[in-house]
């Protein structure tokens, strides 16, 4: 048996980094326009710089929760197969010891905005730092901003369409690629559950839905999982 799991920014938030579109959330505070799309990066570079040293140093002094723990524990427990997917930018997963597949990039990574080199971001960035490769003063956070395209897709498919359970965590579904997995699995013939605090906007497209704080709510998902329950919803 195949598990395919999505995590959004729900399963990080009882780490303290804040989720995107909840009351308070970080697009509430910040225009997205600005901070995280290639036209406010070239408009304004300092500002994007400062919003993502800001992020990568919240993620360097949060630590996973029990909902990362218990993915974790799956991946090494479950008999089948365990393939993550997230959309998170933050290391709470790795450093709760499973690999994810990171979609939208990662805030420990930089990259050269000319020749596309990547290579390990310290804590603060700055534009102007030269790229190691071409030399460029070009740096950027290598995460996928609006506008430009998710990075494995062709991996992800094929994860999608070979998935026996498709399970989506602490994410509100708004943000497509990600928000059409649930159809693309569910066309492909899995079984499909959402875990979230509250029903997300495309809750309906899924058979069965686990509300609760992730905390709580993955690790008694898992716990059902290990146990061998039929259907997990
Ligand atoms: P959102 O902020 O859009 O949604 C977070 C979801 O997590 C909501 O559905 C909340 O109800 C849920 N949630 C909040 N706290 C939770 C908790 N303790 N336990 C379980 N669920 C909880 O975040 P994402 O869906 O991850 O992209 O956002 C998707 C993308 O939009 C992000 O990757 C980011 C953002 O703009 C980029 O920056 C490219």
Same mark, same amino acid.
């Given at each position: 048996m195949k598990i395919v799991i999505l995590t959004g920014a729900g399963v990080s938030a009882e780490s303290g980094l804040g989720t995107f579109r909840d009351k308070d959330g970080?697009? #509430?505070?910040? +225009?997205?326009? @600005?901070? !995280? #799309? &290639? @036209?406010? /990066? !070239?408009?304004? &570079?300092?500002?994007?710089? +400062?919003?993502?040293? $800001?992020?990568? $140093?919240? !993620?360097? @002094?949060? +630590? &996973?929760? &029990?909902?990362?723990?218990?993915? !974790?524990?799956?991946?090494?427990? /479950?008999a089948g197969e365990v393939v993550l997917i997230t959309q998170n930018v933050d290391d709470l997963h790795e450093r709760a010891g499973q690999d994810a597949i990171h979609m939208h990039g990662a805030l420990t990574r930089a990259k050269c905005a000319i020749c596309d080199a990547r290579w390990q971001a310290p804590l603060q960035m700055s534009a102007a730092a030269p790229c190691p490769t071409c030399s460029e003063p070009a740096t950027r956070p290598d995460i996928v901003w609006f506008g430009e395209i998710p990075e494995f897709m062709d991996e992800i498919d094929m994860h999608l369409t070979t998935t026996d359970l498709f399970v989506a965590i602490g994410t509100s579904g708004q943000v497509y690629p990600a928000a059409g997995f649930v159809a693309e699995a569910a066309r492909a013939g899995a079984a499909t559950l959402e875990i979230n605090l509250e029903p997300s906007d495309i809750s309906g497209l899924f058979d069965a839905r686990r509300i609760g704080p992730a905390s709580e709510a993955v690790p008694a998902w898992v716990d059902d999982v290990l146990k061998g329950v039929k259907f997990q919803g």
């Open positions: 970080l697009w #509430t505070k910040y +225009d997205l326009a @600005e901070v !995280a #799309t &290639p @036209e406010g /990066f !070239a408009r304004d &570079p300092v500002k994007v710089h +400062d919003f993502y040293n $800001a992020r990568r $140093a919240n !993620a360097a @002094e949060a +630590d &996973p929760n &029990p909902a990362h723990y218990a993915l !974790a524990r799956l991946a090494s427990q /479950f």
